[in-house]
């Protein structure tokens, strides 16, 4: 069974995941990062950019989902290096590090809460988030067109490809379509139809949207709802 609540990391989403007996779902392109504890290991989910199906047979995790663009400064490697990846924190930080850190999660009667206070540890030594790059997400999960947001920020579009790059994992234009299925998932979850789930996302049209959807999901809409 899937639970999660706000994290007092602004932005950020604290996460719990159990084994029910029905089979794990793929993980889907969210635009984010999270770092994870299961059975003793700590691991950072890079920013993917396809469906993810975790291997072998399932187990609980905890993890905090940090906000898309935050995780490069607390982590300290660029997103892109991680794009489509599972690692170990060791890889990451130093051992000894990680150790404290484990030992830390390992002894926390809420394994969940303790990585959420290990992350805000974290950011309050790191360096402070780019609003640019918060700015960024907002106004393209507003569906704004990446050209017209680059120019409302007052940056070059090779810039922020860069930037992006680094802060994502991907171009500002793959960003902008993850956020766009994330949103239309929400709408078609809520019971709205497929036409107007398209139309309210972004999308050109019906087709369009389920074309999308395949893409980045790897199945098609109405299987992805629970209804095929």
């Not at 290990?118 to 790191?126: F, G, K, P, S, V």
């Amino acid at each position: 069974m899937y639970t999660e609540r706000a994290s007092r990391l602004t932005g950020a989403v604290v996460w719990t995941n159990t084994p029910t007996g029905a089979g794990g779902r793929a993980v889907l392109p969210d635009g984010c990062m999270d770092l994870l504890w299961s059975e003793g290991r700590l691991l950072v989910a890079g920013p993917d950019t396809r469906p993810y199906a975790p291997a072998g047979p399932e187990r609980s995790w905890a993890g905090i989902r940090l906000f898309p663009g935050s995780a490069p400064a607390l982590l300290g490697v660029p997103a892109h290096e991680l794009r489509d990846l599972r690692v170990e924190l060791a890889d990451l930080w130093p051992a000894a590090r990680v150790r404290r850190v484990c030992d830390r999660v390992a002894a926390a009667a809420d394994p969940a809460t303790a990585l959420e206070d290990i992350a805000l540890d974290t950011a309050a030594r790191a360096a402070a988030p780019d609003p640019l790059l918060r700015r960024l997400v907002q106004r393209l999960n507003e569906g704004r067109p990446v050209s017209a947001t680059a120019a409302e920020l007052g940056i070059a579009a090779r810039t922020l490809h860069r930037r992006s790059l680094n802060a994502f994992g991907y171009g500002p234009k793959t960003l902008a379509r993850i956020l766009r299925l994330q949103r239309a998932l929400a709408l078609a979850r809520s019971g709205l139809p497929y036409a107007e789930t398209a139309f309210r996302a972004g999308y050109a049209d019906q087709s369009h949207l389920a074309r999308e959807t395949r893409e980045l999901a790897g199945v098609p809409l109405g299987e992805l709802l629970g209804g095929g």
